[in-house]
């Protein structure tokens, strides 16, 4: 039930592609999703986040994109970089007094030159 | 940009020792949190801390683990006697009243 499980756990692109990272969660009771990167060696950085009550949000190339009905949600990154090579954890929380982060498994991106 | 430290970045320890975390959350955050990350694993949650008590805690965080905040600036994690699975990073992150968790650097912990 605290699940989330994400997909692939690893992705190759071209420069200018647009990966997609699939997450997918079984409890209705989360009602906050951030996409969190992470370069080897240092802590997960908050790239953007949502709540259920919009489909989509966008910020800068990034944008998720979700489905309240069918429990998944997703990443796309588009006109990617070399720079945008790193791994990606999508999370998942509900609000109470502790509000946890429950991860994904992770993807790791790489995009080719 | 304010941001979450945390020191050692790296520590080493003899199975059985006890070792202690520090973090330094942002200024104004009222919520503080430790994760671990095995190595090549996802970032597992630890422990919830809020108005200077645990609010939510894994099964992972056992006896064998305490948090603190001694100051109004210091939030750190204990272990009382290490076990070789205690290896791994370490993550403290802060929020404020709005949903969003902000990362520390990490402490790498090695029980040798």
């Known amino acids: 039930q605290q699940q989330v499980k994400q997909s692939p756990q690893s992705l190759i692109v071209q420069k200018g592609g647009i990966p997609i990272i699939n997450c997918a969660y079984e409890?209705?009771?989360?009602?906050?999703f951030p996409w969190y990167q992470q370069f080897p060696g240092k802590g997960p950085a908050l790239l953007i986040a949502?709540?259920?009550?919009?489909s989509e949000k966008k910020e800068g190339r990034f944008t998720i994109s979700f489905n309240k009905s069918a429990k998944q949600f997703s990443l796309h990154i588009m006109d990617s970089q070399p720079g945008d090579s790193a791994t990606y954890f999508c999370?998942?929380?509900?609000?109470?007094?502790?509000?946890?982060?429950?991860f994904g498994g992770g993807t790791r991106l790489m995009v080719k030159p | 940009e304010p941001e979450v430290t945390q020191t050692p970045s790296h520590q080493v320890t003899q199975m059985g020792q006890e070792v202690i975390l520090r973090c330094v959350p942002i200024?104004?955050?009222?919520?503080f949190y430790w994760y671990r990350q095995i190595l090549g694993q996802k970032v597992e949650f630890l422990v919830s801390?809020?108005?200077?008590?645990?609010?939510?805690k894994s099964e992972i965080f056992d006896d064998q683990f305490s948090v603190e905040r001694p100051d109004g600036s210091n939030f750190t994690l204990k272990i009382r006697s290490t076990k070789l699975e205690d290896s791994a990073m370490y993550f403290c992150?802060?929020?404020?009243?709005?949903?969003?968790?902000?990362f520390g650097p990490g402490t790498r912990l090695t029980v040798t």
């Open positions: 992150a802060s929020r404020d009243l709005a949903y969003e968790q902000y």
């Open positions: 409890n209705t009771a989360f009602d906050y």
């Open positions: 949502i709540r259920p009550d919009v």
């Open positions: 999370a998942a929380s509900k609000w109470n007094a502790g509000n946890m982060l429950t």
């Open positions: 200024s104004n955050h009222l919520y």
């Open positions: 801390f809020y108005n200077n008590e645990i609010s939510e």
